[in-house]
């Protein structure tokens, strides 16, 4: 409970510094970016974020920088990712949204679409993104492919190939990762 309390004192935090700017590191200079206020979309996408909660999401600033998010995104039912939490960064660049946000998973993860550096195989973050969809657009995306994976376009091409010969074994395999990486007794095994 002490962590719970943790989180909400941090959500409060964030909160503030979106709505009266006091995000302030100790030089008096913002800390959501080097050049001073964050853009408008960012704060109202953030704000939304906290507002109304994705179930099975959470999406929280970092308070030294606004564009850098920790995420947590519980593995969806009926998947081999059931019952694990797991970890991914997301960052907005610049340019965003003219250009896809940056995400990666920091929790291993047997998928056929995630590389082992975390990296992520999805078309919303790379030719298919449009400045219309949003950072919960990419979250809820995430998550299905987590229900749904793709081993006819992989990044990690030895998982994909069992995904596609033996996907009993490939799910057991998931599941394996999930409960090592992704469960809180497995979490001290990082």
Known sequence: TAHANKAITAHRCVVLSLRTGCGRKRSGKM????????????VKETQ?????????ISATP??????????????????????G????????PADYPMAPPKVRF???????????????????????????????????????LM????????????VAELWKTNEA??????REFTESFAMKSGSEKK
Not at 62 to 74: G, T
Not at 107 to 113: A, E, F, L, M, S
Not at 147 to 158: E, G, I, R
């Open 85 to 92: 939490v797991f970890q991914l960064e997301l960052f907005l």
């Open 48 to 56: 939304r974020l906290i507002a109304e909660p994705v179930a099975g």
């Open 62 to 83: 970092y308070a030294d920088n606004l564009r850098y998010f920790a995420v947590a995104i519980e593995g969806p039912a009926d998947s081999p990712y059931e019952r």
């Open 31 to 42: 800390a959501s970016n080097s050049g001073g206020q964050l853009p408008r979309r960012i």
């Open 106 to 144: 920091l929790t291993k993860i047997y998928h056929p679409n995630v590389d082992k550096l975390g990296r992520i195989c999805l078309d919303i973050l790379k030719d298919k993104w449009s400045p219309a969809l949003q950072i919960r657009t990419v979250l809820l995306s995430i998550q299905a």
């Open 147 to 158: 229900s749904a994976p793709n081993p006819d376009d992989p990044l990690d091409n030895t």
């Open 169 to 174: 074994e490939a799910m057991r395999r998931a």
